[in-house]
């Protein structure tokens, strides 16, 4: 039986990846990160003064027991995200294994307000094959660490939330136990607005303009045709920008279909 406390430190968002609808949540830091583990193990347990005052010693994490703890809503397989690190063992029996890792976790994605949106993402965290009552997950804090957060040029972290739930399954009458992070990131907008926000305004003027050429002028329907085709070119953009759901149409791409 055993205590898995998690550390709550977010190093980066490395990007969003809206093509494929997951984020990828980076723990860069050694020594604290959302990756971190630490547990009592009752068999690594020594007496100092036996070995010359050796109070802890670094193994590789392949020679130890490790909790099966892993991300329930991975984009990638379980297999991969760790650095096989070596983990601390402390003369009292405490293991601290704090391998730097990169999560991938799918999510959710709303563009209806594309690109004055908010999305938010969760990871859960939990043992694969233990119960509560063999190994019990726990968060350390309901706040997160963003001392050492790297800033993204495309998303603002508006909040990170941690919580810790229960889970009971019908096969099971034991709680699984997991810690999950919800993340909630606003996406900037000075990008858009000037690659495209801009750009469709100023079309939608021309298009406007339209209406006060005089008929017999010849150009009406030139300007018409011009103003389309840059509005067909703009779309492609905004697809590109975006997964390709069918659940939320997003309100930049009404305009022109008006």
């Not at 027991?65 to 984009?75: E, G, K, M, Q, R």
Request: charged share 20%.
């Amino acid at each position: 039986n055993g205590n898995v406390p998690l550390p709550e430190t977010i190093a980066g968002l490395s990007r969003k990846h809206f093509r494929t609808a997951f984020v990828e949540t980076a723990a860069w830091n050694s020594c604290t990160g959302m990756s971190n583990r630490e547990w009592d193990d009752e068999r690594l347990t020594w007496d100092p003064k036996d070995y010359n005052g050796l109070e802890i010693l670094r193994i590789p994490c392949e020679k130890l027991w490790l909790p099966d703890i892993v991300l329930y809503n991975s984009a990638d397989d379980f297999t991969t995200g760790y650095m096989k690190s070596k983990a601390m063992v402390h003369y009292s029996g405490n293991v601290f294994w704090p391998p730097p890792a990169k999560f991938r976790s799918s999510c959710k994605i709303d563009i209806t307000y594309f690109p004055f949106d908010d999305q938010v993402c969760e990871l859960k965290f939990g043992s694969w094959t233990y119960d509560g009552f063999q190994v019990d997950v726990t968060n350390r804090s309901a706040t997160v660490d963003l001392e050492n957060y790297v800033f993204s040029g495309e998303w603002e972290l508006i909040d990170v939330l941690v919580r810790r739930t229960e889970v009971y399954y019908a096969c099971c009458d034991e709680p699984y136990p997991d810690v999950r992070f919800t993340i909630i990131i606003r996406r900037k907008t000075l990008y858009y607005l000037f690659n495209i926000i801009f750009p469709c305004l100023w079309l939608t003027i021309l298009s406007l303009l339209g209406f006060w050429l005089p008929p017999d002028s010849g150009e009406k329907i030139t300007l018409g045709i011009t103003v389309l085709l840059a509005f067909s070119v703009f779309m492609l953009l905004i697809a590109e920008s975006m997964p390709a759901t069918s659940e939320f149409v997003p309100l930049i791409g009404k305009g022109p279909e008006v």
